[in-house]
């Protein structure tokens, strides 16, 4: 009985164990304002998860969830944009 073990390593290795590449990482960069958005709007349904809404909760859960959607909206407004130009 053959192993193919190493056989296989040479296929899947150079997917899985490369780094990012400089695209993908101004990809990320771009849309760094909209992760940091949902992430601050996640804690704040995180944080009312397990007790009544108070006033201060209901306005940071509006307010987290503004800025989330301006976040969007500048993100696709600028992937527009760079489509135009």
């Not at 150079?14 to 909209?34: G, K, S, V």
Request: aromatic share 2%.
């Amino acid at each position: 009985m053959r192993h193919i073990g190493a056989l296989q390593a040479v296929v899947t290795a150079a997917e899985f164990d490369r780094e990012p590449t400089a695209a993908e990482l101004d990809a990320i960069e771009h849309e760094m304002p909209l992760i940091t958005a949902e992430v601050e709007l996640l804690d704040a349904r995180i944080a009312v998860l397990d007790r009544p809404v108070t006033e201060v909760d209901a306005r940071r859960l509006r307010r987290a969830r503004r800025k989330m959607l301006a976040a969007r909206r500048a993100v696709a407004n600028r992937a527009t944009a760079g489509e135009a130009a």
